[in-house]
């Protein structure tokens, strides 16, 4: 195919995708009770809310944070990024009239500008794959990169700003796997707890509860492909009763891991 063609072929395509998101955004007061969009920089590969919410006294709306990561070109340093979002109040009305198709925006509540703000940037070697917090300490943040290793973050500890010298200082570096990848998921039952799986076919168990020695953590266990079969990606057993989840744990100092994760 000629490279003309290619450049055309990506112009149409383009340009049906921005048709596409004009349609859905018009009709976005039928569809939803509130619709905010924000524009950033750079792509982000994850988001999660944090548990931290907020109610300013004499306001129609809550404060609440949420997890981002940076996705950017090869020369562009990537970030680590807390937001925080202004969401209306459960018995506060959305007026459709208020929707400003600028703006991006629907719903007005008492706040009808600066909904989504980045409040701290942590710098972070190469993109965010994906990034989740500890349940029991949500300071306490992990993240997958493009590298092998998996970073933890207390961003209690980090500045809102980023580092001057644009240096990647996590608080932990955990070592185990031979490349990157998406899975991560910490324990809901067992503090310090955390499973990552990666594109070397393999599971990583750490447990980062106890006092660090050193700012570099072997993982606990490795587990392959072939044993673990139903965690190559986002690890659900973290997510499942405490009995169920037990009877995992209790397996992770036998071979039998399978038949307890399968069955």
Request: net charge negative; charged share 20%.
């Given at each position: 195919m000629a490279k003309d063609d290619v450049e055309m072929r990506g112009e149409v395509e383009e340009r049906i995708i921005n048709e596409d998101y004009k349609i859905w955004k018009k009709n976005t007061p039928f569809l939803y009770?509130?619709?905010?969009?924000?524009?950033?920089?750079w792509p982000s590969l994850t988001v999660e809310w944090l548990p931290e919410r907020d109610e300013p006294s004499g306001k129609d709306y809550s404060v609440q944070k949420m997890i981002l990561g940076t996705h950017?070109?090869?020369n562009e340093a990537n970030y680590l990024m807390i937001a925080?979002?202004?969401?209306?109040?459960n018995d506060t009305e959305s007026e459709a009239r208020q929707y400003d198709d600028d703006r991006s925006e629907f719903g007005g509540f008492g706040c009808a500008s600066g909904k989504v703000q980045v409040i701290q940037q942590i710098v972070h070697q190469g993109e965010v794959n994906r990034a989740r917090y500890m349940p029991q300490n949500p300071f306490l943040i992990a993240t997958k990169t493009v590298s092998a290793e998996v970073y933890l973050f207390d961003y209690s500890k980090h500045p809102s700003k980023p580092a001057l010298d644009g240096a990647c200082n996590p608080d932990m570096?955990?070592?185990?796997?031979s490349s990157e990848g998406y899975g991560l998921s910490w324990s809901k039952f067992k503090d310090g707890h955390l499973l990552s799986g990666s594109d070397d076919a393999q599971v990583c168990l750490w447990d980062v509860s106890g006092t660090p020695k050193s700012t570099v953590l072997d993982a606990h266990r490795i587990f392959k492909a072939h044993e673990m079969p139903e965690l190559n990606g986002e690890e659900a057993d973290h997510d499942k009763s405490e009995t169920e989840d037990g009877e995992a744990r209790q397996d992770t100092e036998t071979d039998d891991v399978q038949k307890q994760i399968t069955e």
């Open positions: 009770d509130l619709v905010i969009t924000h524009a950033l920089e950017t070109s090869d925080q979002a202004q969401l209306p109040l570096r955990l070592k185990g796997h």
